[in-house]
């Protein structure tokens, strides 16, 4: 089967082992208690959404309906259901090593959240291709329930570097991009400063608005602006270089300036020729800006991250917003369309459609009161 990545290259896997093994190059991170959902095109023969669960503790019910509404909202062919333990073997299914061939160990993890789904799911418009558990480097299949039909101790996934997998690690990097060790990683790369950090950058935010607010009075909102792009676009080529970091008032400056909507526009919409560094840069000022000011570049992190196909990064930048202020107006968009499965292209045609019909109407403005 053909494996389709963000930015819709393929890969081909040669057997469900390979599959299984790009999945986690294909979140942006190695699941733990996760399931996923790999949406299948039978006519072209590849993958396409993946969507990412936490596995529940409870409310199995509500769970596999929820999975079951996203699932048959992004209208694939069909899907494959793969659940992930937390990294290690799985006890009891691990041993005996070789058991005859009439001894069934019983369930796998997760056998009833699966069983649910998989009854919400029969009979509607999405075929389930197959079922699988992850865990400890090795998989196994929930399809299988006679004895001796499957290793016991399950089927050893492909080494690193070897088939499917290798290739999406070599285009991802290609990219600038790579695969995190858990989803703690990938949430640490938007995490603000803490303690008498937090508290420092507080200062400098409370400073440095006082002294764009006098700008603004003294030159007018415009020139402050133009100085804010300006300034994006000089740490920008500083960034795509691997110069020195922003200082405290540059991250100030651009991360405030994502608070006035036309700035925030033309940072969703920037034409950059290293899209990578530009998203890079985003993550430095979201990192480093306190949560009582972090909500609206954090908001362009995930914008830019989801037009760039990084959904999982866009996920954790969302979810740091919604912390921060649950009523959010572009975050809550965002995760519609998250979780709408449009894809990174539209949002991307309409963010440069959106600026486009700004420039237009204050070009038009200019021109009447110039008039």
């Known amino acids: 089967m053909k494996i389709r990545e963000p930015h819709n290259t393929t890969v081909t896997a040669g057997n469900p082992g390979e599959l299984l093994a790009a999945v986690p190059h294909l979140i942006g991170f190695t699941p733990q208690s996760s399931m996923v959902a790999v949406h299948v095109d039978l006519e072209q023969q590849r993958t396409g959404t993946l969507l990412r669960f936490d596995l529940p503790t409870g409310h199995y019910d509500d769970f596999a309906a929820e999975v079951a509404r996203r699932i048959e909202h992004g209208q694939p062919d069909a899907v494959l259901l793969v659940c992930y333990g937390d990294g290690g ?16 160990l019983g369930p796998l993890p997760h056998q009833e959240v699966v069983d649910r789904v998989l009854a919400v799911l029969a009979g509607g418009p999405v075929a389930v291709l197959g079922t ?5 480097g090795r998989w196994w299949t929930y399809d299988c329930d006679r004895p001796g039909c499957c290793p016991a101790e399950g089927v050893p996934l492909p080494a690193p570097g070897v088939g499917a997998a290798a290739d999406l690690e070599a285009l991802m990097a290609l990219a600038g991009r790579r695969t995190l060790a858990s989803r703690r990683e990938l949430e640490d790369a938007v995490r603000g400063p803490s303690g008498a950090d937090e508290q420092a950058m507080v200062e ?8 764009l607010a006098a700008e603004a009075l003294t030159e007018g909102v415009e020139a402050v602006r133009g100085r804010t792009l300006v300034l994006a676009r000089l740490l920008l080529a500083r960034t795509a270089e691997g110069g020195p970091a922003p200082t405290d008032d540059d991250v100030a400056r651009l991360s405030l300036g994502a608070a006035d909507l036309l700035v925030r526009d033309r940072f969703l919409a920037f034409e950059v020729a290293d899209p990578v560094a530009w998203l890079g840069l985003l993550t430095t000022l ?17 914008w830019v991250a ?17 912390f921060i202020d649950p009523q959010h107006t ?37 021109g009447a009161g110039a008039a």
């Open 132 to 136: 699988a558990y992850v865990d400890g």
């Open 286 to 302: 979201a990192r480093r800006a306190p949560d009582s000011r972090a909500a609206p570049i954090c908001s362009v992190v995930a």
């Open 204 to 211: 400098v935010f409370e400073r440095v608005d006082r002294e």
């Open 330 to 366: 572009m975050a809550q968009l965002l995760r519609d369309c998250l979780e709408g499965q449009v894809s990174p292209g539209h949002i991307a045609a309409l963010t440069r459609e959106a600026v486009e019909v700004a420039d237009r109407a204050r070009r038009e403005v200019s």
């Open 89 to 104: 073997p799985p006890g009891a299914r691990a041993a005996p090593r070789h058991p005859p061939d009439d001894v069934y």
């Open 306 to 322: 989801y037009q760039q196909g990084d959904g999982a990064l866009a996920n954790v930048a969302l979810d740091r917003v919604q």
